[in-house]
Structure formats: C-alpha cells, structure tokens
C-alpha cells in the first residue's frame, strides 16, 4: 500500500474515532442534563443517580471498545496483520500505550501503530477531561440537596 494513503486512511481512522467518542460524550452529557432538569422539579432518587452515572461510565467503555476494535479491523484489512486475535491484541497494547513489542508491525506499517497510540492517548485524556467535569457537576448536584 502507498505511504500516503497508508496515512490518509489512518488519518481518517483517527478522525471517525474521535468523532464517535465526542458523540458518545454528547449523548451522555445530554442525559445527565436531562436528568439535572428533573432534579430540578422533583426529588431524584439515589436509584436514579446512581443510573445516570451508569450510563455515562457505560458510553464512556462503550466508545473506548469501539475504537479498538476499528484500528483491529484496519489492521485486518490493511494486512498488517493476519488473525484477528493479534489485530485486537496489539490495538489494545498500542492504544494503552503499553506497547510490549511481542507483535510488531512490518516497516511499511508502522506509522499506523504510531497512530494508534496517538488516538489512544487523545482518547483517555479526553475521557479524563469529561469525567472530571462531570464529576463537578455530578458533586454540585448532590450538594445542592
């Protein structure tokens, strides 16, 4: 596969992956505002608090899991590597950043696995970020009782 479209695509791989982690984060958001509006008008259970911090915890895995398994199937379809249990495998090392080296990536693939990592650690600095602040407002809430 030619360089640059090697990294075209895996450009836009990071791209479609951090738009649906944005988008997860949306709609997680989304519901814990609805869910502000309703402690608002009436007394909010611990239940459903509990639910609402459930829900955001659960897109928040949901769009991590997601993301691996795009830069497995990438790596599946590119040909980088042939079983698919090695693609999720080194998606998961890379995208950690733990990166063991048991299973590289041959030259012509390596900006890929670099890549990987980046979308990895955008990811879970992203997710810190939402959590944090979700926290926040999660903590005001409670103390607003």
Not at 40 to 51: D, V
Not at 73 to 95: N, P
Not at 117 to 124: E, H
Request: with cysteine; charged share 15%; proline share 1%.
């Amino acid at each position: 596969m030619d360089t640059f479209v090697l990294i075209v695509n895996v450009s836009l791989l990071l791209v479609i992956c951090k738009f649906i982690q944005v988008a997860m984060k949306v709609y997680a958001a989304g519901k814990f505002q609805e869910h502000e509006r309703k402690k608002n008008t009436e007394s909010a259970s611990s239940t459903s608090m509990f639910s609402i911090v459930s829900i955001v915890v659960f897109f928040l895995l949901l769009s991590h899991t997601i993301h691996l398994y795009l830069w497995a199937i990438a790596l599946l379809v590119m040909g980088a590597l042939a079983a698919s249990e090695d693609a999720i495998y080194f998606a998961l090392a890379t995208y950690t950043t733990a990166g063991y080296g048991d299973i590289v990536l041959g030259p012509e693939y390596r900006i890929f696995g670099a890549m990987a990592a980046v979308n990895g650690v955008l990811a879970f600095g992203l997710t810190t970020a939402f959590l944090v602040a979700f926290f926040r407002r999660y903590s005001a809430l409670l103390s607003d009782d």
